[in-house]
């Protein structure tokens, strides 16, 4: 192999759902990117949508509704045709990324608020539309569990929040070996980690290993929190808000120029 065919080995290793990695797999299947299948969390419809069912029979009450994922997108449309549920035409739409965004529009012919440029619960409290939400009910729909910080500012602005839970996450252990073994094929190695529970996940499996190989993989995250959980065992973390599939190979081609 000459040197050329050499610097053109990258991986990317990415911690996303299953789904998410063959979708980002086939989507850089032309380029010079290879695409690792290690996630750390899986995505699962409820065992039960009695509550969020009802909660949809009832979407006259809100006025406003945010989704904080694909995830939440997909089972909410999901969960909408299986009840023949009419939304109404009132109801405000909110979400925090592109990706979100862009399903939505897809499925449903409304105005979406969401931030430009910085995809966090954070900058989608500086939207306008999120100013003044005194005595207005917000549905939140997200997976179980998950960060409060939206939910809490919204009611100390005078909201009425609620949760419309309709998936659960549950964490996967990285078989490290086969990790390690994928990756010696590899000169340029990347591993993309897009939450604050998947990098702590991370860190719990990590513990009591030797971490010398790891010292060599360029960790791309999407907030600065991520970055500030790993710093302690990577020594090469890329921050970029915006993750998405063009974002991503125009990171790793900077950083893989020879």
Same mark, same amino acid.
């Given at each position: ?6 610097? *053109? %080995?990258?991986? +990317?290793?990415?911690? !996303?759902?299953h &789904?998410t990695? $063959? ?6 299947k ?6 690792l ?20 029979k ?6 406003h ?30 979400c ?7 399903l ?6 409304v105005?979406i608020?969401?931030?430009e ?8 409290l *500086? %939207?306008e539309? +999120?100013?003044?939400? !005194?005595?207005? &009910?917000?549905? $939140? ?17 005078g ?8 998936y659960?996450?549950k ?13 010696t ?18 860190i ?17 995250v ?9 710093s ?8 970029s ?6 974002? +991503?190979?125009e ?8």
């Amino acid at each position: 192999m000459n040197k050329n065919e050499w610097t *053109k %080995k990258i991986a +990317l290793i990415s911690t !996303r759902p299953h &789904k998410t990695n $063959i979708k980002l797999s086939v989507d850089l299947k032309n380029s010079s990117i290879s695409l690792l299948d290690y996630p750390l969390t899986e995505i699962y419809p409820l065992d039960n949508y009695k509550i969020f069912d009802g909660i949809l029979k009832n979407l006259k009450i809100y006025h406003h509704i945010i989704f904080i994922s694909t995830n939440s997108v997909h089972f909410f449309l999901e969960r909408v045709k299986k009840q023949s549920i009419n939304i109404p035409k009132s109801l405000i739409f909110s979400c925090i990324g592109p990706t979100t965004k862009s399903l939505l529009q897809k499925n449903l012919s409304v105005n979406i608020h969401s931030p430009e440029n910085h995809f966090d619960s954070e900058h989608l409290l *500086k %939207k306008e539309i +999120l100013s003044d939400v !005194r005595e207005r &009910k917000i549905l $939140i729909i997200r997976g179980k569990g998950g960060r409060e910080t939206l939910k809490n500012e919204l009611e100390k602005r005078g909201a009425d929040v609620s949760y419309g839970e309709c998936y659960i996450r549950k964490y996967v252990n990285i078989n490290l070996f086969h990790l390690k073994n994928d990756l010696t094929k590899y000169n340029h190695k990347f591993m993309l980690i897009s939450s604050t529970n998947s990098a702590k996940h991370l860190i719990n499996q990590l513990i009591d290993i030797e971490k010398s190989w790891l010292h060599n993989i360029k960790i791309i995250v999407n907030h600065n929190k991520i970055r500030d959980q790993l710093s302690a065992i990577f020594k090469h973390i890329l921050v970029s808000e915006n993750i998405e599939l063009q974002k +991503l190979k125009e990171l790793i081609a900077t950083e893989t120029l020879d």
